[in-house]
């Protein structure tokens, strides 16, 4: 069956415009959701995981650049749905510094890299293997290096990109280890609840195309500045790496709560705020909104639902408006994110599929022929 694809202006679906395939790929993110997350369930490869690690007390989600971005949600989630201690790591980390991390008969390493060849990543799945330690990988490529040297794979074909940068094989690699998390944790209602967010996302990305060039036209912001908590976190660090891989924008990352303690001395109507407002922190994310709105900062506000007062503090507003669990809701709250970033790019005469000094995946120590590709972002 052929595959469906998101029909866009005839502007905007011209391959030979720049930033066209990132654009093409930020709007199918909900097709694709539903695509991969039929396919695992159908294929049993989220039970057949769960069953094999299932005494497992401990859970890693390593990554590099994106893919450890998409480590921090999940680790978040995982603790969330399942219970378990998680954390996420960046591979480099291990490499570099293996005494701080011990690894127990009881943890289970999970393994990210959207082309299956990332070098950091492969390197870890291999001392993995020579130490014995059976490891979980996910990627969306299929056949890689990475899916022969972990013990089980979860694979994502439909979710793998022609950009350099990652976008809807982020929120999708997201999506299914917080499937994985929900199938191991027993959480019935979290596959309902998944679908319920990519019919959302379908609703969302209809009209966020023309708000956010409508935004970038009118302001040309200095640098910008993601804030969020919790799963959320993780959610605010890859808004600002793809700030600054699209548009070469000078991008920071802050926990939302942390920005008080220093960094809101750059407030200014040149730096656009980004607040990613979770339902369990609203409160006290607000008024750090009104305070960086009332010291004349720009704002741009995600929420599931935003109350009156969000809605005066922000000079943007995205309403995700979906009834689902806090946690399902985090792909939601990118694809604004990655749309600022493209529209920036384009705005700036750069093409936002081909980032300078970015190609599409990191190889080091001359493991694959010169010409191929790298990127630090994979």
């Not at 604004?336 to 980032?355: E, S, V």
Request: glycine share 6%; net charge positive; proline share 6%.
């Amino acid at each position: 069956m052929p595959k469906k694809r998101t029909r866009l202006p005839r502007s905007q679906a011209r391959k030979s415009s720049p930033g066209a395939f990132a654009l093409t790929e930020i709007l199918s993110q909900p097709l694709c959701w539903k695509t991969s997350l039929t396919r695992l369930r159908n294929s049993g490869t989220l039970e057949h995981a769960a069953a094999s690690f299932a005494g497992a007390r401990e859970w890693t989600f390593i990554g590099c650049g994106s893919s450890f971005y998409v480590a921090l949600a999940a680790a978040a989630s995982w603790s969330a749905l399942v219970g378990t201690p998680a954390r996420a790591l960046p591979a480099s980390e291990i490499l570099l510094h293996p005494h701080l991390y011990p690894w127990s008969e009881q943890s289970v390493p999970v393994l990210i890299s959207r082309s299956g060849r990332t070098s950091e990543v492969l390197k870890v799945a291999e001392d993995l293997r020579a130490l014995g330690i059976g490891s979980l990988g996910i990627s969306c490529a299929p056949g890689q290096a990475l899916e022969k040297i972990v013990s089980q794979a979860i694979l994502l074909p439909a979710a793998d990109e022609q950009s350099t940068v990652m976008t809807r094989s982020f929120t999708s690699m997201l999506m299914a280890l917080q499937a994985l998390a929900a199938t191991f944790g027993g959480c019935r209602d979290f596959a309902s609840s998944q679908l319920r967010v990519a019919r959302a996302g379908e609703k969302l990305v209809h009209t966020l195309p023309q708000r956010v060039a409508r935004f970038v036209t009118r302001h040309n912001f200095a640098d910008y500045v993601c804030l969020g908590q919790g799963g959320l976190y993780g959610i605010a660090c890859e808004s600002a790496l793809k700030l600054t891989e699209m548009s070469v924008s000078y991008a920071q990352c802050f926990h939302t709560m942390e920005f008080r303690h220093g960094p809101k001395s750059i407030v200014s109507a040149h730096t656009l705020i980004v607040f990613l407002l979770s339902a369990a922190g609203y409160k006290a994310e607000l008024e750090v909104l009104e305070e960086i709105k009332e010291l004349g900062g720009a704002t741009l506000v995600i929420a599931n639902h935003a109350c009156p007062r969000a809605r005066a503090a922000a000079d943007f507003l995205v309403e995700l408006d979906v009834e689902a669990p806090e946690w399902a809701q985090l792909p939601l709250y990118l694809p604004a994110l990655q749309l600022m970033g493209l529209y920036t790019g384009t705005r700036k005469g750069l093409d936002p599929d081909r980032p300078r000094h970015l190609s599409r995946v990191v190889v080091l120590d001359n493991q694959e022929p010169a010409d191929a590709p790298e990127h630090a972002a994979i």
